[in-house]
């Protein structure tokens, strides 16, 4: 069997960014990946300007704690200054730009008017009660931003955050690759739509719902063709139809080698195919391969996940994910893995790597949820993460385990 870093090290040699790109608002850039660098045209602050409300004058003015500087202007937000001149002070409020001449904010709250300020806010003095230092509670011209500076690089993956440093930098649109355009059946006679009457030995399709959300979470445009029959002509019909429009298939089910499994001969039929047995738990059957295009040298990716619901929801997480990562263009970043304390035993370790479901708890360590079973989707309901168990490892109360929040996993 394959280990998880074996087989994953296989998908991601084998992915290749879509070329195609288009030019959106910024607005509708959200969760696309950036096709091209991005360049400020600006610096960001344009102007030194103040943290705070206070008062903007120069340093070498207050040489002692209860200096007395007299108001003369007053600046808010959106408003240039005069000039300052020795010895006085300006009033200044959050986000306005320094006046020449004044080199430090005071905090309004070490300032002691003296009197009441006309009506135009100036001709009042101020006692400084503390001695400020040069520089203090100034944003400087371009410390966010420099004019020229690559603002966001092509590959970020843009979440608000990096929207609003485009807003910052004064672009209005940005060139992203296209969806990713997936398609999602799914195989088993006894599977039935949430809605409709469930037949006798049939089950409720949970992975459907699961699987979409998990592909609109990452990105993807995602395509259901639904519950196909359990037949090798009906599994060829849907795959030879699903890859005409997408990039990729995703299947559940179907992958093992019973008498109704029919993902691998229609697969093959179809295109090309590798049938993997992964070194884990939950998820150990996974298929990948690639189907024609109808009658052109064009493919569509492949990637059969099992049919249990945990092992399909772990097995998308551990390798459709950064296999589409990478066919987004998406800049690949390492997952990030805490190292928490368990709050639980874990006596009977597998051969397998196991991932199993926790989340954590009020002290801060990780608890487990006591069924781990494969078809139990409950537990991923109920957990916030996963702990990556090395094969044949026991895990005592107390022990630091590697966990992977779902927060990490579906972004």
């Known amino acids: 069997m394959k ?53 903007a004058l120069r340093a070498q003015d207050v040489p002692l704690a209860g200096t007395v500087l007299s108001v003369t202007q007053r600046i808010p937000a959106g408003v240039m200054g005069q000039q300052l001149l020795a010895g006085t002070a300006a009033r200044i409020f959050t986000g306005a730009s320094i006046p020449a001449g004044a080199d430090t904010v005071v905090m309004q709250e070490i300032c002691q008017p003296l009197a009441k300020p006309n009506e135009l806010g100036v001709d009042y003095q101020i006692r400084v009660t503390e001695i400020p230092q ?17 603002v966001l690089s092509a590959g970020t993956y843009l979440r608000p955050q990096e929207l609003g440093v485009a807003a910052s930098a004064g672009l209005t649109h940005l060139e992203v690759k296209r969806r990713l355009k997936v398609a999602v059946f799914f195989t088993g006679d006894e599977l039935t739509l949430p809605g409709q009457p469930l037949k006798p030995g049939g089950i409720y399709n ?10 609109k979470a990452i990105g993807c445009q995602a395509t259901d063709f639904g519950i196909v029959p359990d037949t090798l002509e009906a599994t060829q019909k849907t795959l030879r139809l699903a890859a005409l429009e997408h990039d990729l ?11 109704e499994d029919h993902i691998k001969p229609a697969v093959s039929a179809e295109g090309r195919l590798d049938m993997w047995q992964i070194a884990m738990k939950p998820g150990k ?29 772990v097995t998308f997480l551990l390798f459709v994910r950064p296999f589409v990562q990478v066919l987004q263009g998406r800049v690949s970043r390492p997952i990030p893995q805490l190292r928490l304390c ?35 989707l409950t537990s991923a309901a109920w957990g916030d993460g996963l702990i990556d168990v090395a094969p044949g490892q026991k895990i005592l109360r107390g022990d630091l385990v590697t966990y992977i929040p779902f927060s990490q996993l579906l972004s």
């Open 134 to 150: 040069e520089g203090d509670w100034i944003r400087r011209r371009g410390e966010d931003i420099t004019q020229g500076q690559v």
């Open 342 to 376: 368990a709050d639980f035993d874990w006596l009977k370790p597998d051969r397998r790597n196991e991932f199993l479901r926790v989340r954590v708890n009020e002290s801060g360590n990780l608890e487990l949820f006591l069924n781990q079973s494969s078809g139990v």
């Open 206 to 215: 949970s992975n459907r719902d699961t699987l979409l959300g998990c592909l």
């Open 285 to 313: 059957p996974l298929a990948f391969g690639a189907i024609r295009k109808a009658d052109t040298a064009q493919e569509a990716w492949f990637m059969g996940l099992p049919g249990n619901p945990v092992s399909s929801f």
């Open 249 to 259: 298939i995703v299947t559940s089910g179907g992958v093992s080698v019973g008498e």
């Open 3 to 55: 280990t998880v870093q074996e087989a994953l090290a296989t998908l991601l040699q084998q992915a290749q960014s879509v070329q195609e790109s288009e030019l959106v608002t910024v607005s509708e850039a959200l969760y696309r990946v950036l096709a091209v660098d991005q360049i400020s045209a600006v610096h960001v602050p344009p102007n030194d300007n103040t943290q705070m409300d206070g008062y």
